[in-house]
């Protein structure tokens, strides 16, 4: 019977001085799934009381994305007025821009493009995800 605590014990600190020298548990960051990726290049001129945009979505990466959203976030008090090739729905200052009917997909190594109006400072939005991916972001003039 001394035999049996004694061998149990020794297990027991095996593991726990294995443990000590094992990294701690860390939980799995966020990662965007394989083969997801995309770029936006932001196109934008203004007027005395608002912006017109173009924003051309890219598929830099080797799957598909279908249906797709793009969500961005103004910087300022802007708000949309129009736009076309997506429908649009803002809850400010995040923008959502969903795949129209005729566009439901954006192949890898495809681009598509979409454009609105809207009030206010002329100024570049941040945040720029394709379903919920983060997009490499240029900015150009219109």
Not at 8 to 36: E, H, K, N, W
């Amino acid at each position: 019977m001394r035999f049996l605590r004694a061998s149990s014990r020794i297990g027991i600190a095996a593991i726990l001085l294995a443990a000590s020298f094992t990294a701690p548990a860390q939980a799995a960051p966020m990662d965007v799934p394989a083969g997801y990726d995309c770029a936006v290049t932001y196109a934008s001129v203004g007027w005395t009381t608002g912006f017109t945009t173009r924003v051309t979505i890219t598929n830099t990466g080797t799957r598909v994305f279908s249906p797709w959203i793009l969500q961005f976030v103004f910087p300022g008090g802007q708000t949309l007025m129009q736009g076309w090739n997506a429908t649009f729905s803002e809850t400010p200052p995040s923008v959502q821009a969903a795949n129209p009917i005729w566009q439901p997909s954006i192949d890898p190594g495809t681009s598509f493009w979409i454009g609105f109006n809207a009030n206010g400072a002329d100024e570049h939005p941040s945040g720029f995800t394709l379903n919920g991916v983060p997009c490499a972001v240029t900015f150009a003039p219109y």
